[in-house]
Nanobody
């Protein structure tokens, strides 16, 4: 089982990025996929999640209306679109997979598999 996050980089405030989480070793459509991030000096926090059963999406208040997530089951990839980026969005972004739709969307224990992170830096 592998999750490969990619697409991070150094951008300016107001810019956009697309992060990808490509999975292997399991069927993407049978898993919920969450995105989490860890900023320097802060705890890791949930950012978004897309559930398996109905494709319902969830977003943290800090990113609602600026981030969007979608899945392409044929490509085994989940995307996280980051718009109107702010310096406070600077963090390592991780994707994670849950075999069951989480009852608590931001509880890390609900997610069974984790990928390595991709760095997003927002700075002028």
């Amino acid at each position: 089982v592998q999750l490969q996050a990619s697409g991070g980089g150094l951008v300016q405030p107001g810019d956009s990025l697309r992060l990808s989480c490509t999975v292997s070793g399991f069927t993407l459509e049978s898993h919920a996929i969450g995105w989490f991030r860890k900023a320097p000096g802060k705890e890791r926090e949930g950012v978004s999640s897309i559930y398996r059963n109905n494709g319902r999406t969830y977003y943290a208040d800090a990113v609602k209306d600026r981030f969007a997530t979608s899945r392409d089951n044929a490509e085994n990839t989940v995307y996280l679109f980051l718009y109107s980026l702010k310096p406070e969005d600077t963090a390592v972004y991780y994707c994670a997979a849950a075999r069951q739709d989480p009852r608590l969307v931001w509880a890390e224990y609900e997610y069974n598999y984790w990928g390595q992170g991709t760095q997003v830096t927002v700075s002028s």
